[in-house]
């Protein structure tokens, strides 16, 4: 849960290895150019890589889907970027994938062995733990770093909900941030009090929690989405192992 970039980038299949890597070497060369603390350099991506894995869905018999596939990438370049405090690093790059897997003694098509892709995500939101402008960086940088692959002929499409892209409107993007920021300071806040009552620790390490505004937020977030946590809150409390019994004081 948290306020998240996705993205999709593609190129065809017409290019080269090499010439991938030099596509990928120039988009590196523009992420070291911003105000970031950090870029990786390039990751050549082989089929053992754990990172640009594809998830292929899997319907069940009435054609919901109800489980996920690995489709592992084979070769490709990669390189991350820490976008800044609080926010995760930013992967992106190029990565060629089979045509079919095998999965549980079936072949299955993957749907994209054609060209050249990579699909990520990139999660910003608890870079507000460091202030608005901070966050704002971040997540301006990450919009600006995916949006330059469309100068080097790469297709991109962004899913940011966060509101920012495509129309770079700070009053949306700080609206939603407040939004989430209080759903989960709200919901963390909720599942916490459940657990210790229930005499576990869970949460604890939430990022949330660190938020300097949390207990503002979460009375915000309690407000507005009270019902829906109650629910969620009552369904982990099925899950939750009884409360241990209290030893009588030793007299």
């Not at 991938?20 to 911003?34: G, S, Y």
């Not at 990751?43 to 594809?54: A, L, T």
């Not at 991109?156 to 941030?177: A, C, F, M, N």
Request: hydrophobic residues 40%; proline residues 7%.
């Amino acid at each position: 849960m948290g306020l998240t970039i996705h993205y999709t980038l593609q190129l065809d299949g017409t290019h080269t290895l090499t010439e991938v890597k030099a596509l990928v070497a120039k988009a590196r060369a523009f992420a070291r150019e911003q105000n970031v603390p950090d870029v990786t350099p390039l990751i050549r991506v082989e089929p053992d890589f754990i990172m640009g894995i594809h998830w292929l869905p899997l319907p069940d018999a009435k054609g919901a889907e109800a489980t996920q596939a690995e489709v592992p990438p084979q070769e490709g370049w990669v390189f991350s970027v820490n976008l800044g405090e609080g926010s995760e690093w930013l992967m992106t790059g190029l990565c060629r994938y089979p045509s079919t897997i095998e999965h549980r003694g079936r072949l299955l098509p993957t749907q994209v062995g054609q060209g050249w892709r990579l699909q990520f995500f990139c999660k910003t939101q608890y870079a507000s733990e460091h202030g608005w402008e901070n966050f704002l960086r971040c997540h301006r940088t990450a919009i600006a770093l995916l949006a330059f692959w469309q100068t080097l002929g790469v297709q991109v499409r962004i899913t940011d909900e966060g509101g920012y892209w495509p129309d770079g409107s700070e009053q949306s993007l700080r609206e939603k941030l407040d939004e989430m920021n209080g759903l989960c300071a709200a919901f963390a806040g909720a599942l916490k009090d459940t657990a210790n009552a229930a005499g576990t620790s869970i949460l604890t390490e939430a990022p949330i929690l660190k938020h300097p505004r949390f207990e503002l937020l979460e009375h915000e977030g309690g407000q507005r989405y009270g019902k829906k946590i109650a629910q969620a809150v009552r369904a982990v409390r099925q899950r939750l192992p009884p409360p241990a019994p209290t030893k009588p004081d030793a007299k």
